[in-house]
């Protein structure tokens, strides 16, 4: 008898070529590894493949880790793929930024390829864990397809609807700014119109569900169910 196991693809971008050689040597037994050292290349290869994680180094020419994943994850092929930044700085405010922009790990100087490794696998499978997320009453947002279901039933949203629906999912209220960054990404400016028209069209799709997205006057949207008390 043969037994298979899945390797998990990591997308790793590098401007080092001695960084990236390094990565191969020590991980590619345990990850399945596309190693490039230019990120505009890399964007394109992270829209053509299907990775499980994309590490992308902080300090590179051209366009830096930060602006790297900030142009993938406003990108409208983009789903909900881990993105981990690196950087062999020691500079703290650095570290910083890229916890509070990707909300995600960061690699820094000093850690082990054994420590690398485990973090890595550690972002791949807390983000296979969150692939379905019930919002209760029989409705679940399906990460991996980037789409919802209600008593198993899609209800066909699009890409912009989905991730406005999964940022109020949250259940907390949430202004226009944080719906417009979830959806297009940070610094974005998106015409009201544009805005209101996708929340129109998610309205009506969650007609066949209790649940309603609530405009508080001055304040923001919530997510919210009809009916409580009756549907405990």
Not at 139 to 160: H, P, S
Not at 189 to 214: A, F, G, M
Request: hydrophobic share 35%; with cysteine; aromatic share 8%.
């Amino acid at each position: 008898m043969m037994y298979y196991y899945h390797m998990n693809k990591i997308l790793y971008i590098d401007d080092s070529k001695e960084n990236l050689e390094r990565f191969h040597y020590k991980l590619n037994d345990l990850f399945e590894l596309t190693l490039c050292e230019c990120p505009l290349e890399g964007f394109e290869l992270a829209r053509e493949n299907d990775y499980d994680l994309i590490l992308a180094d902080i300090l590179m020419p051209k366009m830096n880790g930060l602006q790297f994943y900030r142009e993938v994850t406003r990108a409208p092929w983009y789903a909900s793929t881990p993105i981990v930044l690196k950087s062999l700085s020691q500079d703290e405010s650095i570290k910083l930024e890229a916890l509070e922009i990707t909300k995600t790990d960061f690699l820094t100087h000093g850690m082990s390829f054994e420590e690398i490794g485990l973090r890595l696998q550690n972002q791949i499978h807390r983000h296979r864990s969150n692939k379905r997320v019930s919002l209760g009453f029989s409705l679940i947002l399906d990460v991996d397809n980037i789409q919802a279901l209600f008593e198993n039933e899609c209800l066909g949203l699009t890409k912009q609807e989905f991730k406005i629906l999964k940022t109020l999912s949250a259940k907390k209220l949430r202004s226009k700014r944080d719906l417009v960054e979830s959806v297009w990404g940070e610094g974005c400016s998106v015409d009201d119109n544009n805005i209101n028209t996708h929340l129109v069209n998610l309205r009506k799709k969650l007609e066949v569900t209790p649940h309603r997205v609530v405009n508080i006057r001055n304040k923001g949207f919530l997510l919210s169910v009809d009916n409580q008390e009756n549907l405990k």
